[in-house]
């Protein structure tokens, strides 16, 4: 669409993940799904809502041919020559190398990472930009990190949204060996010390990808407001000094904000496949009941519906998300409502998992305290079927369970940090505002105490819970989606454009 006197201005995602692309964007399409977290849905969420608008949206991510269930070389032939042959008409941009085909995660636990940024990069650099020409490119992490520097070269304005903290380190001839021509904007990437001159640090000098990207890019965001002011203000020792101090000077430059991610769409109980009782607000109360006890089947716990059962959605990470505060305290909490029928569930993988399963054995608690690895289909359950929701975080840079879990009537129990901090209100069910509970010593009696007020609320009249329950499912359906915070990036890439995206 025209924009009064201007063309539609062309805006570029370079991701390595993605959930989904709309219909219309391309022959390959359907065919597009790689995630690896919340970078994969807000990326599908933000290109559809773009190109929904009917903005001139272009989206780079590598070629994940096995993913992508392109699965036979003659298949492979196939899109391949519909893709070229429709090349002028195509929104889908895929960058091609063999260290993509067959895979089946987005990323690798060893340095082989490393390649795949490279590999990426490259095409994205040598071939997309060039080729599209676009008005902003927006790039995703620390694996699209050489992206905004090359932009920055060419006068292209670019956003650098800052997903996780984690970050890789290479040299120029590194860079240059995977065929990227860095002597072209090597003034824009953030080495390791102030560099001499390009041949100097050409092979000694290290570059920090995440921070190359933070300090070539125009504009940046963090995917919660409050993490880019807890970066600001010197929180989290493990945040590196490099990566710090590019964020404090794009924020004091007034040129970083925080958006936060939202849940994928399908995560409703209206229209979840993978739970087998469907809901909504308005019929909340007898559903959940019904899948409460399709859970505590599955798990083996006892199969009470009048039991509160309180769910561990997230990855058992004693770093990040606190499962020691838990296991600190679960046989004490239970033991304290054990009349009450008490039930608590883990439906997670992780290093921390073991525990549980020994507190479990050890007090003879197999009906009460449920232990499972992680399935999708059972996760899903564990919202449906759950009244409350564990996030006790000791950081968050966003974080989706607290968004899911009020969507499907699961109240959150949530250290007060970060992402965490922006999306968990504490409940006040007399004044009818709040959709969880919050403490804010990060402790495993900061956490008891908020499971304190988590079960006060469980005990008030059944009127009572089911109106707020109600109300929160509805306010959080309005509040956590992906058109609330496509809209967030629409006005950053306005900004930045100086000019309407679409009329």
Request: some cysteine; charged content about 20%; glycine content about 8%.
């Amino acid at each position: 669409m025209a924009t009064k006197g201007k063309r539609n201005p062309r805006i570029l995602i370079v991701t390595p993940e993605i959930t989904y692309l709309p219909e219309g964007m391309g022959n390959l399409a359907g065919k597009m799904s790689a995630k690896a977290g919340g970078m994969a849905d807000v990326s599908a969420s933000l290109v559809s809502a773009l190109h929904r608008l009917g903005a001139d949206v272009h989206v780079a991510l590598p070629h994940y041919r096995r993913m992508f269930h392109v699965e036979t070389a003659q298949l492979v032939s196939e899109e391949l020559r519909k893709y070229k042959s429709h090349l002028p008409d195509e929104r889908i941009h895929l960058a091609e190398d063999r260290c993509f085909y067959y895979r089946d995660t987005v990323y690798d636990r060893g340095d082989g990472n490393v390649k795949l940024a490279l590999a990426f990069q490259r095409e994205v650099i040598n071939n997309c930009i060039p080729y599209i020409q676009p008005d902003l490119v927006h790039c995703n992490d620390w694996m699209t990190g050489l992206v905004p520097a090359a932009a920055r070269r060419m006068g292209i304005p670019s956003l650098f949204t800052v997903h996780n903290i984690h970050t890789q380190k290479l040299n120029l001839a590194q860079i240059e060996d995977a065929g990227i021509d860095a002597a072209e904007f090597w003034q824009h990437l953030y080495f390791s010390y102030p560099p001499y001159n390009y041949e100097e640090s050409r092979n000694n000098n290290q570059i920090d990808l995440q921070a190359s990207g933070i300090f070539g890019a125009h504009f940046i965001n963090t995917v919660s407001p409050t993490f880019l002011q807890e970066i600001v203000n010197g929180w989290h020792s493990f945040v590196p000094d490099s990566i710090r101090n590019e964020i404090r000077n794009k924020f004091n430059a007034g040129c970083a904000s925080g958006i936060l991610n939202a849940p994928d769409s399908a995560d409703n109980p209206a229209i979840d496949d993978k739970i087998p009782f469907k809901y909504g607000p308005e019929n909340h109360r007898e559903m959940k009941r019904k899948n409460k006890l399709s859970l505590q089947h599955a798990l083996g716990l006892e199969e009470n519906p009048d039991a509160p059962l309180f769910f561990w959605p997230s990855r058992l990470d004693p770093v990040q998300k606190g499962p020691q505060l838990l296991t600190d305290i679960a046989y004490r909490f239970l033991s304290k409502y054990w009349d009450q029928g008490a039930q608590i569930a883990v439906i997670a993988n992780g290093p921390y998992q073991q525990p549980f399963w020994d507190i479990r054995e050890f007090h003879g608690i197999q009906g009460r305290l449920g232990v499972h690895n992680f399935d999708g289909r059972l996760s899903q359950l564990g919202f449906a079927g759950s009244d409350f929701t564990f996030m006790p975080s000791l950081f968050e840079p966003c974080g989706l369970p607290q968004m899911q879990a009020p969507i499907y009537g699961s109240l959150t129990v949530a250290h007060n940090t970060g992402g965490l901090h922006d999306t968990v209100n504490p409940l006040d069910w007399r004044a009818h505002t709040g959709n969880g509970f919050v403490f804010d010593t990060y402790d495993s009696g900061g956490l008891f105490w908020a499971m304190d007020q988590a079960m006060e609320f469980y005990m008030q009249p059944a009127d009572v819970r089911e109106a707020e329950i109600r109300r929160i499912m509805e306010e959080s359906l309005k509040r956590f989606n992906h058109e609330e915070c496509a809209k967030e990036y629409i006005k950053i890439y306005e900004q930045m454009l100086d000019r309407p995206l679409v009329a």
